[in-house]
């Protein structure tokens, strides 16, 4: 079902275009949404081989192959899976590469609930699970055991932004016989393509910028042709396949995200600028800042920024912590990310084992969602003022 379009095309007309053929379905601009379990077979014969495109709901439909046939395209990617939640897009990858006796290296900035899952089944699992400095680089390779089977990387980290150097990651641990995983939901398939760099497998929460409007769960996870077999032998064994809405709604999302993230991105660096000056503020951990120590790594490899990063408060505690979100009236109090409007949260470092994260105060990150920017200026010099007041 590719399209007939130029052989060279921008990321923008393949955002708009990707994945899928009108002329199969009635010249109609979008997908049909195919609820579907059964699919009916002509004949017996054709049933016993399995010999037609669509077998059953949990396989793929028009549906679901519109979005993977986008994300490849996007990813460079062999194959992509559609999963429930961005949760399940870190989990199953992690499940598919990974056996009892094996080790697995997860930077220390990971996403909490990847480290969670981490320390309770893959460890009941018989898994050796070790964590290390999102700044290691090529040192990785003084990590790395004779069973370590998967490096999972998140560039940049969650909560404090760390850059990773992936192609320096990936050539020691592809050296030690690893296969290298990364979470790249901050940069999207817009800004970073994990398989040029080096990574196996691309993974992402689409429930943030793909989705784009805060109302779908999703999860996509991309391989290159060496470990797309055995994703795709997972993904049909554990069987968590992802509903014909939600993927309606993010490739619905994909067509808009390019504009979307532009406005984020501008937004978020002026934004990201301006609070450096500002009184009551030690740090911004913004990789576009030039002041930042991953400022280098982001240029050389990423081809642009979203909308959140954190701000470490110069001294104080939760008191001061809450005060600043307390006095918030625009920025909502909310987990997640990715919509279109701008949520705050605490970010807790107490689970870090290696990374402790900055020290000055409390660290608080911010969705820059596409609110007029004076606004928000305004909105975060008030709880700037109630932090310092607390
Ligand atoms: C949000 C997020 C996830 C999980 O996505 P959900 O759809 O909320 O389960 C995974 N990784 C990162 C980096 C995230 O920010």
Same mark, same amino acid.
């Given at each position: 079902?590719?399209?007939?379009?130029?052989?060279?095309?921008?990321?923008?007309?393949?955002?708009?275009?990707?994945?899928?053929?009108?002329?199969?379905?009635?010249?109609?601009?979008?997908?049909?949404?195919?609820? =579907?379990?059964?699919?009916?077979?002509?004949?017996?014969?054709?049933?016993?081989?399995?010999?037609?495109?669509?077998?059953?709901?949990?396989?793929?439909?028009?549906?679901?192959?519109?979005?993977?046939?986008?994300?490849?395209?996007?990813?460079?990617?062999?194959?992509?899976?559609?999963?429930?939640?961005?949760?399940?897009?870190?989990? #199953?990858?992690?499940?598919?590469? %990974?056996?009892?006796?094996?080790?697995?290296? #997860?930077?220390?900035?990971?996403?909490?609930?990847?480290?969670?899952?981490?320390?309770?089944?893959?460890?009941?699992?018989?898994? $050796?699970?070790?964590?290390?400095?999102?700044?290691?680089?090529?040192?990785?390779?003084?990590?790395?055991?004779?069973?370590?089977?998967?490096?999972?990387?998140?560039?940049?980290?969650?909560?404090?932004?760390?850059?990773?150097?992936?192609?320096?990651?990936?050539?020691?641990?592809?050296?030690?016989?690893?296969?290298?995983?990364?979470?790249?939901?901050?940069?999207?398939?817009?800004?970073?393509?994990?398989?040029?760099?080096?990574?196996?497998?691309? #993974?992402?929460?689409?429930?943030?910028?793909?989705?784009?409007?805060?109302?779908?769960?999703?999860?996509?996870?991309?391989?290159? $042709?060496?470990?797309?077999?055995?994703? !795709?032998?997972?993904?049909?064994?554990?069987?968590?396949?992802?509903?014909?809405?939600?993927?309606?709604?993010? !490739?619905?999302?994909?067509?808009?995200?390019?504009?979307?993230?532009?406005?984020?991105?501008?937004?978020? !660096?002026?934004? =990201?600028?301006?609070?450096?000056?500002?009184?009551? *503020?030690?740090?911004?951990?913004?990789?576009?800042?030039?002041?930042?120590?991953?400022?280098?790594?982001?240029?050389?490899?990423?081809?642009?920024?979203?909308?959140?990063?954190?701000?470490?408060?110069?001294?104080?505690?939760?008191?001061?912590?809450?005060?600043?979100?307390?006095?918030?009236? *625009?920025?909502? %109090?909310?987990?997640?990310?990715?919509?279109?409007?701008?949520? =705050?949260?605490?970010?807790?470092?107490?689970?870090?084992?290696?990374?402790?994260?900055?020290?000055?105060?409390?660290? #608080?990150?911010?969705?820059?969602?596409?609110?007029?920017?004076?606004?928000?200026?305004?909105?975060?010099?008030?709880?700037?003022?109630?932090?310092?007041?607390?």
């Amino acid at each position: 079902m590719a399209r007939r379009l130029p052989g060279k095309i921008g990321i923008n007309t393949q955002l708009t275009h990707g994945g899928y053929e009108p002329s199969d379905y009635f010249g109609f601009v979008n997908p049909p949404v195919v609820h =579907a379990s059964t699919v009916l077979f002509p004949d017996a014969a054709t049933m016993s081989s399995r010999g037609q495109k669509y077998t059953y709901g949990t396989h793929a439909t028009p549906t679901t192959d519109a979005l993977t046939q986008a994300v490849n395209e996007l990813e460079g990617s062999a194959g992509t899976i559609l999963v429930p939640s961005g949760l399940a897009a870190v989990t #199953i990858p992690l499940l598919a590469f %990974l056996s009892a006796g094996d080790h697995v290296l #997860i930077v220390d900035s990971v996403y909490f609930p990847t480290r969670r899952f981490a320390n309770t089944m893959l460890k009941r699992l018989g898994v $050796e699970v070790d964590y290390y400095d999102p700044h290691v680089g090529a040192g990785i390779s003084a990590l790395m055991k004779p069973n370590t089977r998967v490096v999972l990387t998140e560039s940049p980290g969650s909560g404090t932004f760390e850059v990773q150097d992936i192609p320096a990651i990936a050539k020691a641990a592809h050296a030690g016989g690893a296969v290298v995983m990364m979470d790249n939901t901050w940069a999207t398939p817009l800004y970073f393509r994990p398989l040029d760099f080096g990574a196996d497998i691309s #993974i992402h929460a689409a429930t943030k910028y793909p989705a784009g409007h805060s109302d779908v769960l999703l999860g996509m996870v991309s391989a290159n $042709e060496a470990c797309w077999p055995k994703l !795709l032998e997972a993904y049909t064994n554990v069987g968590c396949c992802a509903g014909p809405d939600d993927v309606y709604q993010v !490739l619905r999302g994909l067509r808009t995200m390019g504009i979307r993230l532009e406005r984020h991105q501008k937004s978020a !660096l002026d934004i =990201a600028r301006w609070l450096e000056a500002q009184p009551g *503020i030690a740090r911004v951990l913004h990789p576009g800042l030039e002041s930042n120590p991953g400022h280098a790594l982001w240029k050389r490899d990423f081809s642009g920024a979203s909308g959140i990063f954190s701000v470490v408060l110069d001294g104080g505690g939760q008191a001061q912590s809450h005060a600043f979100l307390d006095a918030l009236t *625009i920025f909502g %109090l909310g987990y997640s990310w990715g919509g279109y409007e701008s949520l =705050a949260v605490p970010v807790l470092l107490g689970d870090r084992t290696v990374a402790k994260g900055p020290s000055e105060g409390p660290v #608080i990150r911010l969705q820059i969602g596409l609110e007029d920017v004076e606004d928000l200026k305004s909105d975060l010099s008030g709880a700037l003022e109630a932090a310092r007041l607390a």
